[in-house]
C-alpha cells in the first residue's frame, strides 16, 4: 500500500541541509558513514523534547558582559531522554570507522553517565572526558568528538531559545552563546558581510574589520588569506601569522541555517588541507568559563 503525500513526516533537516547532504554523498562517497552520523545528530536537533530542555533554562544574573549567554547557566534535562540520546550516538559513531569502534562497549558501559557526558562536553572540559574514556574504556579522542556530537541538539535548541538575547555590538572572536570558536566565516551577502558561525550551537555574529578570532591581533601585517585557484571569490582561508590559527571563509548569499554549518565544513575540507599543509591548525575548543551546571529536569 501506497503512503500519500499525508502521511510522510516532514524532513527535520532545512531544505539547504538536505542538498548538502545530497552534494557531499556525490562528492565524497567514502565519507557516507561519517555523513549518516553526522546527518543523525542534525536530524535529532529538530525534535521538540529539546526545545523543552532549553525553555527550562536558566541563565545566570552574574554573567559578565563579555561572557556568552551560557556562561554559569543551569540546563535541566530529561535524564531518560539524555540517556538514550547519548547511548545512540556513541552506538551510530562506532560504525563510522575502526578507530571509533571502542564506542561500541561505552555505549553499553554501566558507568556511562549521560548527563555528565553533556556538560563535559558543553564545557570542553577535556580532562575530564580523557578521564570519562579512561573509565569507558573507550578511545579518548572518539569520546570526546561523539560527546560533541551529543551535545548539538541540546545547544542548537538553547541557541533558537535565546539567541535573541545576544548583545548587538557582540564583535568577540568567540560565539556569544555557548562560547566556542567560530568553525566558519560567511561572507554574506551581496556586500560581503563577515559574519562567524558556530558549529555546535548554529549561533551567527559579526566581527568587523580585519581581526584574528583567536588571538585578537588585527591589521594587514599580520592577517592575510590562502587563496585557491579555482573558486578564489567564494572560498578562502583566513590566517593569522601572530597565532598560526586559521579559519575557512565562505561566500554565501544568505545566512545558512543552523543544521547547515557543520555540512558546509565538511564540504570544504580541502581548505583544511591547504592550511595544515603550511603548518596552520584550528585552536583546540574553547572551555566556558564559569561552566554550564546539567541538572535532571526534575532536581
Same mark, same amino acid.
Given at each position: 500500500?501506497?503512503?500519500?503525500?499525508?502521511?510522510?513526516?516532514?524532513?527535520?533537516?532545512?531544505?539547504? &541541509?538536505?542538498? +548538502?547532504?545530497?552534494?557531499?554523498?556525490?562528492?565524497?562517497?567514502?565519507?557516507?558513514?561519517?555523513? #549518516?552520523?553526522?546527518? &543523525?545528530?542534525?536530524?535529532?536537533?529538530?525534535?521538540?523534547?529539546?526545545?523543552?530542555?532549553?525553555?527550562?533554562?536558566?541563565?545566570?544574573?552574574?554573567?559578565?558582559?563579555? $561572557? =556568552?549567554?551560557?556562561?554559569?547557566?543551569?540546563?535541566?534535562?530529561?535524564?531518560?531522554?539524555?540517556?538514550?540520546?547519548?547511548?545512540?550516538?556513541?552506538?551510530?559513531?562506532?560504525?563510522?570507522?575502526?578507530?571509533?569502534?571502542?564506542?561500541?562497549?561505552?555505549?553499553?558501559?554501566?558507568?556511562?553517565? =549521560?548527563?555528565?557526558?553533556?556538560?563535559?562536553?558543553?564545557?570542553? !572540559?577535556?580532562?575530564?572526558?580523557?578521564?570519562?574514556?579512561?573509565?569507558?574504556?573507550?578511545?579518548?579522542?572518539?569520546?570526546?568528538?561523539?560527546?560533541?556530537?551529543?551535545?548539538?541538539?541540546?545547544? +542548537?535548541?538553547?541557541?533558537?531559545?535565546?539567541?535573541? $538575547?545576544?548583545?548587538?555590538?557582540?564583535? !568577540?572572536?568567540?560565539?556569544?552563546?555557548?562560547?566556542?570558536?567560530?568553525?566558519? &566565516?560567511?561572507?554574506?551577502?551581496?556586500?560581503?558581510?563577515?559574519?562567524?558561525?558556530? #558549529?555546535?550551537?548554529?549561533?551567527?555574529?559579526? +566581527?568587523?574589520?580585519?581581526?584574528?578570532?583567536?588571538?585578537?591581533?588585527? #591589521?594587514?601585517? *599580520?592577517?592575510?588569506?590562502?587563496?585557491?585557484?579555482?573558486?578564489?571569490?567564494?572560498?578562502?582561508?583566513?590566517?593569522?601569522?601572530?597565532?598560526?590559527?586559521?579559519?575557512?571563509?565562505?561566500?554565501?548569499?544568505? &545566512?545558512? $541555517? #543552523?543544521?547547515?554549518?557543520?555540512?558546509?565544513?565538511?564540504?570544504?575540507?580541502?581548505?583544511?588541507?591547504?592550511?595544515? *599543509?603550511?603548518?596552520?591548525?584550528? =585552536?583546540?575548543?574553547?572551555?566556558?568559563?564559569?561552566?554550564?551546571?546539567?541538572?535532571? $529536569?526534575?532536581?
Amino acid at each position: 500500500m501506497r503512503r500519500s503525500a499525508i502521511d510522510t513526516p516532514p524532513d527535520p533537516l532545512s531544505a539547504g &541541509a538536505r542538498r +548538502q547532504i545530497d552534494a557531499l554523498l556525490a562528492a565524497q562517497p567514502e565519507a557516507a558513514s561519517w555523513l #549518516g552520523v553526522l546527518s &543523525a545528530v542534525l536530524a535529532e536537533s529538530a525534535a521538540p523534547r529539546w526545545e523543552t530542555m532549553a525553555s527550562a533554562t536558566r541563565l545566570s544574573p552574574e554573567r559578565a558582559p563579555a $561572557a =556568552p549567554l551560557l556562561a554559569g547557566a543551569v540546563i535541566p534535562v530529561d535524564p531518560r531522554a539524555a540517556e538514550r540520546w547519548v547511548r545512540e550516538v556513541l552506538r551510530i559513531a562506532a560504525d563510522a570507522g575502526p578507530e571509533a569502534a571502542s564506542l561500541r562497549a561505552a555505549a553499553e558501559s554501566r558507568d556511562l553517565a =549521560p548527563l555528565d557526558m553533556l556538560a563535559m562536553a558543553i564545557n570542553a !572540559e577535556g580532562d575530564h572526558l580523557d578521564a570519562a574514556a579512561i573509565t569507558l574504556g573507550a578511545s579518548p579522542e572518539a569520546l570526546a568528538v561523539a560527546a560533541g556530537l551529543a551535545s548539538i541538539p541540546l545547544l +542548537q535548541a538553547v541557541r533558537r531559545r535565546f539567541g535573541a $538575547a545576544v548583545a548587538a555590538h557582540w564583535s !568577540e572572536g568567540y560565539c556569544p552563546v555557548c562560547g566556542d570558536w567560530p568553525l566558519l &566565516a560567511e561572507q554574506r551577502g551581496l556586500e560581503r558581510a563577515r559574519r562567524l558561525r558556530c #558549529g555546535r550551537c548554529g549561533s551567527d555574529w559579526a +566581527q568587523p574589520g580585519i581581526r584574528c578570532p583567536y588571538c585578537n591581533v588585527t #591589521g594587514h601585517a *599580520a592577517r592575510a588569506a590562502l587563496i585557491p585557484e579555482t573558486d578564489s571569490e567564494a572560498r578562502r582561508v583566513e590566517i593569522c601569522y601572530q597565532c598560526r590559527g586559521y579559519l575557512k571563509s565562505v561566500s554565501t548569499l544568505r &545566512a545558512w $541555517a #543552523g543544521d547547515e554549518i557543520p555540512l558546509a565544513d565538511m564540504a570544504t575540507v580541502d581548505l583544511d588541507l591547504a592550511a595544515l *599543509a603550511r603548518e596552520y591548525e584550528r =585552536p583546540g575548543p574553547r572551555t566556558l568559563r564559569p561552566g554550564v551546571t546539567v541538572v535532571t $529536569a526534575d532536581g
